[in-house]
Nanobody, 123 residues
Framework: QVQLVESGGGLVQAGDSLRLSCTAS????????MGWFRQAPGKEREFVAA????????TYADSVKGRFTISRDNAKNMVYLQMNSLKPDDTAVYYC????????????????WGQGTQVTVSS
């Protein structure tokens, strides 16, 4: 059974930073690519960032490029999302997911998801 648990969300002001963490268990974490997605109320889940198995390749949504950084620690079965210069538009529930489909930006390529962590950015 694959389990993903996100943490690190919270309420911050515009311009602040947050670091989200995702802990993976129950599967071969190091063999899979990982991604972060987010979903705001009334909107579809959207891609944020993804990272390959060995951290050598990353990709980002244009809306977060230059502000967010995805990283992973295979020894700890962890993936992180460092979020800087947060904006009110970044407010959403953030989810991490696993995929065998490479560094993917499409949600339907992901096999498992965590329960999400809320990020709220006030103006």
């Amino acid at each position: 059974q694959v389990q993903l648990v996100e943490s690190g969300g919270g309420l911050v002001q515009a311009g602040d930073s947050l670091r989200l963490s995702c802990t993976a268990s129950g599967h071969i974490f190091s063999g899979q690519s990982m991604g972060w997605f987010r979903q705001a109320p009334g909107k579809e889940r959207e891609f944020v960032a993804a990272i390959g198995r060995s951290s050598g390749r990353t990709t980002y949504a244009d809306s977060v490029k230059g502000r967010f950084t995805i990283s992973r620690d295979n020894a700890k079965n962890m993936v992180y999302l460092q979020m800087n210069s947060l904006k009110p538009d970044d407010t959403a529930v953030y989810y991490c997911g696993t995929t065998w489909g490479g560094v993917a930006g499409t949600a339907n390529l992901y096999d498992y998801w965590g329960q999400g962590t809320q990020v709220t950015v006030s103006s």
